[in-house]
């Protein structure tokens, strides 16, 4: 899969002029086409390379389409998936460096991280961590959202206290500091949470931004969100 990418990319710069692609990569999204800034900029992704490519063509599918959300990365390096547009947080049970490349709690803000990834080492030692764990891929960032609210819970918190106890949904490094707490985290695709909250599977949850999560009505179940993200001051994306 890795060199199925390369060679397209390599195409996309040379950007011939046949009338029908000569290479189509199927492309399962972590988040659905409709959901704000995450969703839509994996269909912003695709539409702008084949607006400019008659050798490339992307061919986006929703979530679950193709392949589970957290089983991604396993599919795109078997050859069973082409391309996962996503964020490595998602594989974090899988390499303990995972999270490295998409959020620091109380790190980096985005103009700061996509200048470590783009003009120092950050994006070979994000592509070796791939190597080094044996997945046959190449990463390249494709985006990056602002700080996210720190939660949702369905009772007041006013001490650290009030977390102990609970179930959560966390992302990534921030789900250890949270587990120090005395919270139970779990990672769940975006399309998993609402359900999870609804049954009674978890207590609270963090997810994004307050405009994609008022889009997955977190707010009709939990209504206590507290700022700031202290978890993900900014986030990072891969293809």
């Known amino acids: 899969m890795k060199q199925k990418l390369l060679t397209a990319v390599a195409t996309l710069a040379l950007m011939g002029g046949t009338a029908t692609a000569e290479t189509t990569i199927e492309m399962t999204a972590a988040f659905g086409k409709n959901l704000p800034i995450l969703g839509t900029a994996a269909v912003d992704y695709t539409e702008m390379v084949n607006a400019i490519s008659s050798d490339v063509e992307f061919v986006h599918y929703d979530p679950g389409k193709l392949v589970p959300t957290l089983e991604a990365l396993d599919a795109v390096s078997d050859g069973s998936v082409d391309a996962s547009f996503a964020t490595s947080g998602y594989w974090q049970g899988k390499m303990n460096t995972a999270s490295l490349f998409a959020a620091v709690p109380f790190g980096p803000e985005a103009g700061e991280f996509l200048g470590w990834i783009l003009y120092d080492d950050g994006a070979k030692y994000w592509q070796q961590m791939y190597d080094d764990n044996g997945y046959n891929v190449?990463?390249?960032?494709?985006?990056?959202?602002?700080?996210?609210?720190?939660?949702?819970?369905?009772?007041?918190?006013?001490?650290v206290a009030d977390l102990k106890g609970l179930n959560m949904r966390f992302f990534g490094l921030g789900a250890k500091v949270m587990e120090k707490l005395g919270v139970s985290t779990s990672l769940l695709a975006g399309g998993d949470i609402f359900p999870a909250l609804e049954r009674g599977a978890i207590d609270a949850t963090e997810f994004s931004m307050p405009r994609i999560d008022a889009r997955l009505g977190f707010h009709k179940l939990v209504k206590y969100n507290y700022f700031p993200g202290w978890h993900q001051p900014s986030t990072l994306f891969e293809l």
């Open 138 to 159: 190449k990463t390249m960032p494709c985006g990056v959202i602002a700080p996210e609210t720190s939660g949702w819970f369905k009772n007041e918190i006013n001490s």
